[in-house]
T-cell receptor, first 113, second 113 residues
Framework: NAGVTQTPKFQVLKTGQSMTLQCAQDMNHEYMSWYRQDPGMGLRLIHYSVGAGITDQGEVPNGYNVSRSTTEDFPLRLLSAAPSQTSVYFC????????????FGPGTRLTVL | GENVEQHPSTLSVQEGDSAVIKCTYSDSASNYFPWYKQELGKRPQLIIDIRSNVGEKKDQRIAVTLNKTAKHFSLHITETQPEDSAVYFCAASIYTGFQKLVFGTGTRLLVSP
């Protein structure tokens, strides 16, 4: 049982490039979410999903797209990376019964030049 | 929307002392208040949480108190140890089909031997 996994661990992009951050969980959790963490700002919710085919925006959704085609995977897409998207990205999952107990992945450190 | 303020931003104590971190929230409808510990380069991990129908909760050396009238909650760590050194985040959330967490900006706790 690997829990929540994220790839890659580190990524450097140039402004305007696109990429997808991968997130997978093997706990059969219905709920998944993406956060970004910036120095001095805590974690902020980007997008979340309450089940396959259902996604919604969080606090800071601009510049990011998500989709949820399976229960296990919840990728985060940056269509045109900007320096303001330099951050550490965490994926999290939780059960429908206890959406408050969120299990975080190890994170992806993204730098946009 | 919800806003969470956290103080202090840094806290230095001697081993064996107590440490207190305080948070205030703005939305009186918030009903769930978790605390996360994040070690350098690692993912946030839930250490304790409290719901709005409870005033205090304790787990060994860690306790959390909630004052709904004043809209503030606190983390108390007793008999601190060097391994308690980390960044601690408070959060508040309202359940609207999904528990959207709004995080504080974090407190860096340093416990000196």
């Amino acid at each position: 049982n690997a829990g929540v996994t994220q790839t890659p661990k580190f990524q450097v992009l140039k402004t305007g490039q696109s990429m997808t951050l991968q997130c997978a969980q093997d706990m059969n959790h219905e709920y998944m979410s993406w956060y970004r963490q910036d120095p001095g700002m805590g974690l902020r919710l980007i997008h979340y999903s309450v089940g396959a085919g259902i996604t919604d925006q969080g606090e800071v959704p601009n510049g990011y797209n998500v989709s949820r085609s399976t229960t296990e995977d919840f990728p985060l897409r940056l269509l045109s990376a900007a320096p303001s998207q330099t951050s550490v990205y965490f994926c999290a999952s939780s059960t429908a019964e206890r959406t408050d107990t969120q299990y975080f992945g190890p994170g992806t450190r993204l730098t946009v030049l | 929307g919800e806003n969470v303020e956290q103080h202090p931003s840094t806290l230095s104590v001697q081993e064996g002392d107590s440490a207190v971190i305080k948070c205030t929230y703005s939305d009186s409808a918030s009903n769930y208040f978790p605390w996360y510990k994040q070690e350098l380069g690692k993912r946030p991990q839930l250490i304790i949480d409290i719901r709005s129908n409870v005033g205090e909760k304790k787990d060994q050396r860690i306790a959390v108190t909630l004052n709904k009238t004043a809209k503030h909650f606190s983390l108390h760590i007793t008999e601190t140890q060097p391994e308690d050194s980390a960044v601690y985040f408070c959060a508040a959330s309202i359940y609207t089909g999904f528990q959207k967490l709004v995080f504080g900006t974090g407190t860096r706790l340093l416990v000196s031997p």
